[in-house]
């Protein structure tokens, strides 16, 4: 049993370094697409998108702490990080239609 914990534990924390590198790589192009006409709007859209994908990421890893440490905080912090990924899915659909 502790192998099992160890490997799902191994697993959250990969899943949450992809995450946060997903981001970080969404940040920096959007930054290097900054430049020229429209230019805040394509960095917030990169951004967005890269944003919205670390954070499927970030969900799979709660969800994974969940089950090795099923708590009320555990359910918590699931539940706002799959609320936040539905508000920046839900902005990414309207800056589509506006835009």
Do not use: Q
Request: aromatic share 6%.
């Amino acid at each position: 049993m502790d192998l099992y914990r160890t490997a799902v534990d191994v697993l959250r924390n990969c899943m949450l370094l992809m995450g946060a590198a997903v981001i970080f790589v969404g940040v920096v192009r959007g930054t290097l697409e900054a430049r020229g006409a429209g230019g805040r709007a394509r960095v917030a859209r990169e951004i967005a998108t890269h944003a919205a994908l670390g954070l499927e990421f970030f969900i799979g890893a709660t969800i994974l702490n969940l089950i090795l440490r099923p708590t009320w905080a555990a359910v918590a912090t699931t539940a706002l990080t799959i609320v936040v990924r539905k508000l920046i899915t839900l902005s990414l659909g309207r800056s589509a239609r506006v835009g």
